[in-house]
C-alpha cells in the first residue's frame, strides 16, 4: 500500500449531529469500498477527501499533501476526480460540451489536447454514440456516465465516486463495474456504496462504516472470515440469530451464533457486514 | 492501456480560456438571443416607419439596439450564466476542480465583455452608416425648395 488516501480521526459535525466521528483507514493503489447503512457519513468523508468539505478535526492526508493548505489542496485537486452522489449537469449543454467545460476547470487550456483528453474519457466510459445530444435528452444512466467521464479526465491519480452505481439497472451496473476496476489499475480509487455486491465484486480493500466511525478496514476476505461459522441454515430462526430471514427455498438464513451441530454454511460480504453492523430491525420470519 | 494525457497549464491560466467559454456561453444563451430577434423586430418596424436610408432611422435602429438589447439581453444572460452551476447543482462538483470558485467569478466578469465587444462593433458600424450620410449631405450641398 503506497498510502495515496490516509484518514486519522477524521471529525465532521453539522448542527451538533456528528457526521464522521472519528474515521481512521489508509487507501493504495487499487478500489476501496467505503460500505455502510444510509446516514453513516459515507458522503461527508469523501467530500473532505475531494477537498469540498473541510474536516473539523483529525488528520487528512491525500496524495501526500494536506488538504488544509491551499497549496495542498491546489495539488490535489490536480490529481483528483470526483463523482458526488448527485452530479449537477448544464442540462442544455451537450455530452462534449460539457466534459470540455469541466475539463477547462481542470486548467486542460490547449484546445486540441483538451478535445482529444475528452474524446477519451467519452470512448472510455462508453457515450461516443451520444456525445453530441444534450445532457436533457440522455437517460439517467447515461448521466451517471458523464459524472464518471468528467471525473476521469486528466488520468486522476485518485478518483473518489459516491456512489456510482445507484440507481442504476444491472446491466448498466456490470458495465460500471467493469469501467471501475479498468480504472482502478494503476490509480487509487476510492468509492462508497451500500450495496455489498459492488464491494465484492470490484473492491481491493474494504473500509465498513457505521454512525461515522469505521468499524472495519482490511480485505473482503477478511471480513467474510468474521462471519466464519456464523451463518447457518434452519427451518426456523435460531435462537442466537441476530438476523435471520427465509430464503426462495423457504429454509431460513440465520447469521448469528450458531448452535451445536447446526447446518453451517459459507458466509458471504452481505453476512459478515450485517453482523458487522448489527441491523437488528431486519424482519424474523417464523 | 494507453493513455494520452492533456498537459495541465499554470494557476491562473484556465480563467481567459474559461471567460471566453463564458462569453460563448452568453451570447448564444436562448435569453440573450430571443431579446436580439425582439428588438431587430422593434428596430426593423421603426426603420420602416421613418423609411430608409433617413439618419433618423439608423439613430432609431441604433438606439434601440445599442442600449435597449446590450443591457438587459447581457444583464439576464450573464446572470442566467454565473448562476446556472448553482441551478444545477454542480457547485460541489466543480468546487473539486482546481480552478476556484473566485477564478469562475472572475471568468464570468471577462466574459461579459463578449457580448459587449460584440454590441460595440455593432454600434461601431452603425457610427459608420451614419457618419457616411452626413458625409453624403455635405457633398451634395443644403436642399433646395422645390
Known sequence: MTGSVLIEGVTKTFWRSPAVAGADFAAGHGVTGLLGPNGAGKTTLLRMMATVLAPDSGRLRLLGHDPATPSGRLAIRRRLGYLPQEPGFHRGMTVFGFIDYVAILKELTDRRARHDEVRRVIDLVGLAPVSGKRIRAVSGGMRRRVGLAQALLGDPDLVILDEPTA??????????REIVSRIGEGRTVVLSTHQTEDVAAVCQQ???????????????????????????????????AQLAWRNGDG??????????????????????YLLLVGDKELVVTS | MTLTVATQAPAGAAVGTLARREAWRMVRHPVYLVLLLYFVLIGGVEVVNLGLPSREAVRELGTVLGLLWLGPATFFAANLVASSARRAHAESQLAAAPTTAQARTLATCLGVLGP??????????????????DTLDRAQGPPSWP
Open chain 1, 206 to 240: 474494504v473500509v465498513v462504516l457505521h454512525e461515522g466511525r469505521s468499524l472495519f478496514a482490511g480485505t473482503p476476505a477478511a471480513l467474510i472470515e468474521q462471519a466464519a461459522g456464523r451463518v447457518w441454515l434452519d427451518r426456523t430462526r435460531g435462537a442466537g
Open chain 1, 251 to 272: 429454509l431460513v438464513r440465520n447469521v448469528g451464533d450458531a448452535p451445536a451441530g447446526a447446518e453451517l454454511m459459507a458466509p458471504t460480504l452481505e453476512d459478515a
Open chain 1, 167 to 176: 440507481g442504476l439497472d444491472p446491466e448498466l451496473r456490470l458495465r460500471f
Open chain 2, 116 to 133: 459587449t465587444a460584440a454590441a460595440t462593433g455593432f454600434a461601431a458600424i452603425l457610427w459608420l452608416v451614419e457618419h457616411a450620410g
